[in-house]
């Protein structure tokens, strides 16, 4: 069974990005075994950082070899994004300078999509791109931007709008139907 990372670029708890990756998640479904990392679950070093070890109940005082070690296991991610101030969150640049140099995510296919308060979160989307595909990462075209994303939720947090649902499960879907497909050593179909 494949292996999907996907990470969530949002530590706000109740956020609107962790439920639009529940409808991500929701379309890969039983399709490939998935690892959820959640920033504001894991502990993340600033870059120049030093590592302190085991904390004192015996707990790694740092997450980023675990993650390190994930995204190597797997054979695709699914980054999602907010839109803060015209681009990516700093805690998911955080998450991505912690996969180290070079970057894990080198020759990785990766799905993105962002959420924004805002009209889109298409300067996120773009950022986010252009910084994996820097280091090295393979980012499927199939992307979404979800602005006003406040209106599109209910309280519950599930999907008002069609569209953008829609919009989110294609993300999912090329993703996995890219690693999953007949040539899913991925080096022709991009």
């Known amino acids: 069974m494949p292996k999907i990372?996907?990470?969530s670029g949002s530590r706000r708890p109740g956020n609107?990005?962790?439920k639009a990756l529940r409808i991500a998640l929701d379309e890969i479904g039983g399709?490939?075994?998935v690892e959820v990392v959640r920033a504001g679950e894991w502990r993340f070093l600033l870059p120049g950082e030093e590592s302190a070890g085991l904390t004192s109940q015996g707990v790694a005082a740092d997450d980023g070899e675990r993650l390190r070690e994930k995204v190597l296991e797997a054979d695709g991610?699914?980054?999602a994004t907010p839109e803060y101030h015209g681009s990516i969150s700093s805690t998911l640049k955080l998450i991505i300078d912690n996969l180290g140099f070079p970057s894990t995510l080198e020759g990785k296919d990766i799905a993105i999509f962002g959420v924004a308060m805002g009209p889109s979160a298409d300067n996120a989307v773009s950022h986010l791109r252009h910084i994996l595909t820097h280091i090295g990462g393979r980012v499927l075209p199939t992307?979404?931007?979800?602005g006003s994303v406040h209106r599109v939720f209910d309280e519950?947090?599930?999907c008002t709008d069609e569209d953008v649902e829609d919009g989110i499960r294609a993300v999912a879907r090329a993703l996995l139907d890219h690693i999953t497909g007949?040539?899913?050593d991925g080096l022709s179909r991009l």
């Open 31 to 33: 399709g490939a075994e």
């Open 77 to 79: 991610l699914l980054i």
């Open 5 to 7: 990372v996907v990470i």
């Open 16 to 18: 609107n990005t962790d």
């Open 182 to 184: 007949p040539d899913s």
């Open 156 to 158: 519950s947090g599930a």
């Open 143 to 146: 992307e979404v931007s979800v």
